[in-house]
């Protein structure tokens, strides 16, 4: 609470406790400290909330730079904001199949043990998706076993299953649009991207 607003409750209190001539000295010293306990619980309060911040700030920043190093090396991406970061992965599957690639597995099994190790309660959301190729509804459908399969094996490797979510995006936002089969922008549609927030 600020000074102003603090000098201001305090001239109320005196104001109102001068203008009834029934209010006792002891009555007025107990909502003294009545409000004084307040403003120490709320200083309290915005004090932890303050500390709170700094911390997932710190945690937030060593996940960033440990998964930047992550990205260099496997060519993805990451993208930090205000909430959450976004990474965008290596992990790619065959035309038509969920399973997830025994070269990938790797990159997932390092990707757990960062988030797990830097930011141990957030949350990450898997998101899958597909390439062009068959039914929208079909694609849907693939896209969220993808991601409950990658979703699975974060989970297998340390990750808290209650904090890991799966979602299947389809068809939506291809990095090649149109492309699918064997071409290598359909490769690049068939993926899994991956968003770590705060649990809180």
Known sequence: MSSVLVRFTLVAV???AAGCNKVSQDQFDQSMAQMQSQLDEQSGGIEANAAGISALQVELDALQAELEELADEYHAMVERYQDHIMFASPVNFEFDSY??????????????????????????????????????????????????????YLVEHGLDGGNVRA????????????????????LLNRRVTFVIESAG
Not at 173 to 178: K, L, S, T
């Open 167 to 186: 979602i299947g995006m389809g068809e939506a936002h291809q990095v090649a649009p149109g492309e699918w089969g064997e071409a290598e922008g359909g």
């Open 99 to 152: 399973d997830v690639r025994s070269g990938d597995q790797a990159f997932l099994e390092r990707f757990a043990h960062v988030v797990g190790h830097h930011y141990a309660n957030s949350v990450v959301t898997v998101q899958g998706y597909t390439d062009a190729a068959g039914p929208e509804e079909y694609n849907k459908l693939l896209s969220q076993k993808r991601a409950e399969n990658v979703a699975g």
């Open 14 to 16: 005196v104001a109102v």
